[in-house]
């Protein structure tokens, strides 16, 4: 494996208007770990879902999603539980609003006896989230096994913190990123939405500071339209500008698609800050299309869009 993801595929229904007012809905699938692993695929590299879907009819077309997107399933284990789903209003001008149906999914059932099975070793980059660790106790155990046994082997570990209010509280948010961060080589905290109620700042540089206090070896705050500030255990700090969109349809996904491009440039052997530009450029990218993997960016379009901008 180049990259491990490790997370929840989601069944989507995304409507093009907010949730107070939809009525038609786009069925379709997504999550944070699938839209991660569907991105890195498509950047090139061998990609591996590990996860657990309901054995249900959802499950079954999950999988072959994933499948047809590049993705290696073979660690996608169906088993007891539903298959979850969530249903999010696009609003490209303003925030998304999520509604989740996953109480009790399959995939809420990892533990480390699950990744236990799993050949993490063999993974270049593992990428894991806060979503991922909020879903059970025993999920949350998993996220740290793997990042450990990846650590140990000589992997990378990416975490993207990804917090979401309605799976977990910030005190609980903050003390996993605390605890999991001495395993981690690059965190991709969002500016403000993780870093205000995880490390109680709004400020990107105190962001970056706090999460090298942490022990983490590398911090890049996503700062949206503000692009990226980079920085590493020396202290040193490297703004990278953001890429402006041809069009913003909607912003689900864009995160992932910034975490799976730099996994997998991660993977191949980039220096991080070049991952990190690639990442700008597919998130961008992704902004052209409805839901988590609407719109992919392929390793081309990725590397014409990088050279459009001045000094990339």
Known sequence: MDVAVIGEPLVEFSA????TEADTF?????GDALNVAVAAAAAGAHAALVTLVGDDEFGERL??????HGVDTTWMTRGP???????VGADPSGERAFAYLRAGSAASRMGPADMARVPLARASVLVVS???????????QAVRYSAVAVGAAGGSVVYDPNFRARLTTPFAAARFLSDLAPHVDVVTPSCPGDSLPLLVTAEPEEAARACLRLGVRAVAVTKGADGVLLADATGHMEEIPAIPPAVVVDQTGAGDAFSGVLAARLAAGRRLPDAVRAGAAAAAISLEGQGGTGR??????????LATVPDQ
């Open 26 to 30: 786009r069925l379709s699938f997504s």
């Open 296 to 305: 992919v960016a392929t390793p081309h379009e990725i590397d014409r869009l």
């Open 81 to 87: 539980g539903s298959t979850g789903a969530y249903a």
């Open 130 to 140: 806060g979503i991922t660790a909020a879903l059970s106790p025993s999920c949350a």
């Open 16 to 19: 093009s208007v907010p949730l």
């Open 63 to 68: 999988i072959a999603f994933a499948r047809r």
